[in-house]
């Protein structure tokens, strides 16, 4: 069934056209991502699609009664209320529907149960039981704490007030708000901001399961990836359709636009040997019939357009002067933080020359102090660093700090350099897209992707043998980043760098630190190799602890022997619920029946009485409900963490 369609959408700015020609499907339950350079039109189309904005030209048709859900880039939530009651407000229908049962309830009680007037009421209560029991009235509390889990956030957190949270904080709930509103049409502009590598997976798994359709914007190529299955891709200023997940899109993109030159150059060859054959017979007699035919056979001819992409990109390289020493990093005992507050630590690692090494760890979690406590910019609380010889750094920091807010483009290069010709810093400029009047604008009117180009611009600029970066993909568009990828894998010197951009990290590194609060752990390879190392570490954890900790096996045993003793506990409890529940169950049959009796029906207070019962046994039937819910989701994590 087909949910959304845009019909030869336009939009101008003033006499230029920003795209035209949008032609653009969403299929019931599709997974439908939007790509394309930054400043493509991508955001625009969206608040289109949304209908926050309106087309210059065209029209977007929706299907009858669909809900659209539009979460733009870094939108947080602005509330007074607590996390948990301003995630509640989802639920008002819900919660009106609860109160008019109740209402129900307590009219139920006055009436006489062979009144017509009790009948209209019952038949009343029994639809809006279903309805409520249909939409989720049972669920909606277990939702709201499985999505606040996944993004994160501790049941001992749910009282805090939005505004006392961080900007990433309050961006994740806003996401979390989105998806307990379940609209048919999900719509995020960028929604892995700001989410850690667990938090991102845990995303990944529920995206892929949502009952309502997604249009998703991103730059994260993995979780494109793992999510998508169709791929609309924003070029030259009109949509392409391609089917599959990222990496499909560009093997058959590529595969298009290599037959597309096939075609082209074909006809031109073509071309140019009928204008030749014209040119040097249209004057002769003998044959001037037979050019005359060639020049209508052109003139008629259906030419092919030169095929044409977005491709202004980026191109850089690192260098250096000299070569460093093999010992490039010794970190040993290092514990980081402020003011004495640890972070994370004892961390102890080495990196040598030409590592590649990508640190990779929860948000918050100390990753960026390291790296400053590394370029002696912040203090170690205890521990040290040893930085070998002859070592060039260069580093680039996620926060952009380095960039003075008040100069322009040109400025911020050319102080740096002020021996170097300006056509040359100029000329490098325009490699990273600064062309014309940009280098005249100011660095705190630059947009993040900008700020990223001109801190990775001073960065080419300068000789470097070791390479330090804190989340350099950050508002990198997807072509940027490859970029990027290339200058690493064509450098000769060493890289260290943190990153959440899990594709990034599988196309560049050569080792991964895998940090946490009590230490950090090296593992060979690229992210897919790290999952795959942990994934044959998790069977086999418990002997190897065996044989590393106790060679005579009883370790192990009492290990397996306390794993049993804590899944009997939930079992118990589970069993102990259900027969509550049950108890409770045949308890209301048995008062219901009660209230079907000639005697009692007629006998208001007996009634009365009874339905206070019933309404006592019902609140307690749904808090035991509530429960068993909560112990028995417990037992299948138990299960999964330890099968």
Same mark, same amino acid.
């Given at each position: 069934m087909?949910l959304l369609?845009?019909n030869?959408?336009?939009?101008?700015?003033g006499?230029?056209?920003?795209?035209h020609?949008? &032609?653009l499907?969403?299929?019931?339950h /599709?997974?439908t991502a939007l790509?394309?350079?930054?400043g493509?039109g991508?955001?625009?189309?969206?608040?289109?699609?949304?209908g926050?904005?309106?087309p210059?030209?065209g029209t977007i048709?929706?299907?009858r009664d669909l809900t =659209?859900?539009y979460l733009?880039q870094?939108q947080?939530?602005?509330?007074?209320n607590? =996390?948990?009651?301003?995630?509640?407000t989802?639920f008002?229908?819900l919660?009106k529907?609860?109160?008019?049962?109740?209402?129900?309830?307590?009219q139920l009680?006055?009436l006489?149960?062979?009144?017509?007037?009790?009948?209209q009421i019952?038949s009343t209560?029994?639809?809006?039981?279903?309805?409520?029991?249909?939409?989720?009235?049972?669920?909606?509390?277990?939702?709201?704490?499985?999505i606040?889990?996944?993004?994160?956030f501790d049941?001992?957190?749910?009282d805090?007030?939005i &505004?006392s949270l961080?900007?990433?904080?309050?961006?994740k709930?806003?996401?979390?708000?989105i998806?307990?509103?379940?609209?048919?049409?999900l719509?995020l502009?960028?929604?892995t901001?700001?989410?850690d590598?667990n938090?991102?997976?845990?995303?990944?798994?529920y995206l892929?399961?949502?009952q309502?359709a997604?249009?998703?914007?991103?730059?994260?190529?993995?979780?494109?990836?793992r999510?998508v299955?169709?791929?609309?891709?924003l070029?030259?200023?009109?949509?392409?359709?391609y089917t599959?997940?990222?990496?499909? #899109?560009?093997?058959?993109?590529?595969e298009?636009l290599?037959?597309e030159?096939k075609h082209?150059?074909?006809? %031109? !060859?073509?071309?140019?040997?009928l204008?030749d054959?014209v040119?040097r017979?249209?004057?002769?007699a003998s044959?001037?019939?037979?050019?005359?035919?060639?020049?209508?056979?052109?003139?008629?001819?259906?030419?092919?357009?030169?095929?044409?992409t977005?491709d202004?990109?980026?191109?850089?390289?690192?260098?250096?002067?000299k070569a460093?020493?093999n010992e490039?990093?010794?970190v040993?005992?290092?514990?980081v933080g402020y003011?004495?507050?640890v972070?994370?630590?004892?961390?102890s690692?080495?990196?040598? !020359?030409?590592?590649?090494?990508g640190?990779?760890g929860p948000n918050?979690?100390?990753?960026s102090?390291?790296?400053?406590?590394?370029?002696?910019k912040l203090?170690?609380?205890?521990?040290?660093?040893?930085?070998?010889?002859?070592?060039e750094?260069?580093?680039?920091d996620?926060?952009?700090?380095q960039?003075?807010?008040?100069?322009?483009?040109?400025?911020?290069?050319?102080d740096?350099? @002020?021996?170097v010709?300006?056509?040359d810093?100029?000329s490098?400029?325009?490699?990273?897209? #600064?062309?014309?009047?940009?280098?005249?604008?100011?660095?705190?009117d630059l947009s993040?992707?900008?700020?990223a180009?001109?801190?990775?611009?001073?960065?080419s600029?300068k000789? =470097? &043998? #070791?390479?330090i970066l804190?989340?350099?993909? &950050?508002?990198?568009?997807?072509?940027?980043?490859?970029?990027?990828?290339?200058a690493i894998?064509?450098?000769?010197?060493?890289?260290l760098f943190?990153s959440?951009?899990?594709? #990034?990290?599988?196309q560049v590194a050569?080792d991964?630190l895998?940090m946490?609060?009590? /230490?950090?752990?090296h593992?060979e390879?690229n992210?897919?190799?790290?999952?795959a190392?942990?994934?044959?570490?998790? @069977?086999?954890t418990?002997?190897?602890?065996?044989?590393?900790q106790a @060679?005579?096996g009883?370790?192990s045993?009492?290990q397996?022997?306390?794993?049993?003793r804590?899944?009997?506990?939930?079992?118990?409890q589970?069993?102990?619920?259900?027969?509550q529940?049950s108890?409770l169950?045949?308890?209301?049959?048995?008062? %219901?029946?009660?209230?079907?009796? @000639?005697?009692?029906?007629?006998d208001i207070? !007996?009634l009365?009485?009874? %339905?206070?019962q019933?309404d006592e046994?019902?609140?307690r039937?749904?808090?035991?409900?509530?429960a068993?819910?909560e112990?028995?989701?417990?037992?299948?994590?138990?299960?999964q963490?330890?099968?």
């Open positions: 087909l369609q845009t030869d959408v336009v939009r101008r700015f006499a230029d056209v920003l795209f020609n949008m &032609n499907q969403i299929q019931e /599709g997974r790509v394309g350079r930054n493509a991508k955001t625009t189309l969206l608040k289109m699609i949304a926050i904005t309106e210059d030209e048709s929706k299907a =659209i859900g733009a870094d947080g939530l602005d509330s007074q607590s =996390i948990w009651a301003e995630l509640d989802v008002i229908p919660h529907m609860e109160a008019q049962i109740h209402d129900l309830e307590e009680a006055t006489d149960s062979e009144s017509d007037h009790y009948q019952l209560y029994d639809n809006l039981q279903t309805a409520f029991k249909k939409q989720g009235g049972f669920e909606y509390a277990s939702r709201m704490r499985g606040l889990h996944g993004f994160g049941e001992d957190s749910y805090t007030p &505004n961080s900007g990433g904080q309050k961006t709930l806003a996401l979390a708000k998806l307990l509103q379940a609209p048919g049409l719509i502009d960028e929604p901001n700001h989410l590598m938090v991102l997976s845990w995303l990944e798994d892929k399961s949502y309502g997604l249009l998703v914007v991103s730059h994260d190529r993995y979780f494109l990836d999510v299955k169709d791929v609309y891709d070029d030259n200023r009109t949509l392409t359709h599959g997940n990222y990496t499909q #899109f560009v093997e058959h993109k590529q298009r290599k037959a030159w082209y150059d074909q006809q %031109q !060859k073509k071309i140019a040997k204008e054959f040119n017979n249209i004057v002769r044959t001037t019939k037979r050019a005359q035919a060639r020049r209508k056979q052109l003139e008629k001819m259906d030419k092919i357009e030169r095929p044409e977005d202004k990109s980026i191109h850089f390289q690192f260098h250096s002067d460093s020493g490039v990093l010794d040993e005992q290092a514990k003011d004495h507050q972070l994370a630590g004892p961390l690692f080495a990196v040598r !020359k030409p590592q590649r090494v640190i990779i918050g979690i100390g990753k102090t390291l790296l400053k406590s590394i370029l002696h203090p170690l609380v205890s521990g040290t660093v040893k930085l070998g010889a002859n070592l750094i260069g580093y680039y996620q926060e952009q700090q960039l003075h807010p008040d100069k322009t483009v040109l400025e911020e290069v050319w740096d350099h @002020p021996e010709p300006e056509k810093i100029r490098l400029l325009g490699s990273f897209l #600064f062309v014309g009047d940009d280098v005249y604008k100011v660095v705190h993040g992707g900008e700020k180009r001109l801190e990775l611009t001073k960065l600029f000789p =470097i &043998n #070791f390479l804190d989340e350099p993909t &950050n508002h990198l568009d997807i072509d940027s980043r490859e970029v990027l990828e290339n894998n064509e450098f000769d010197g060493t890289v943190i959440h951009d899990r594709y #990034f990290i599988n050569t991964i895998a946490h609060k009590n /230490g950090i752990k593992y390879g992210y897919d190799d790290y999952l190392a942990l994934a044959k570490a998790a @069977p086999a418990a002997t190897a602890s065996t044989v590393k @060679p005579t009883k370790k045993y009492q397996s022997k306390e794993q049993q804590a899944r009997r506990k939930i079992q118990r589970v069993d102990d619920l259900e027969k529940m108890a169950e045949e308890q209301q049959a048995a008062i %219901q029946e009660q209230m079907s009796q @000639p005697d009692v029906a007629t207070s !007996k009365t009485d009874l %339905q206070k019933l046994s019902k609140e039937s749904d808090e035991i409900e509530l068993w819910t112990a028995a989701e417990k037992l299948e994590e138990f299960d963490e330890n099968q």
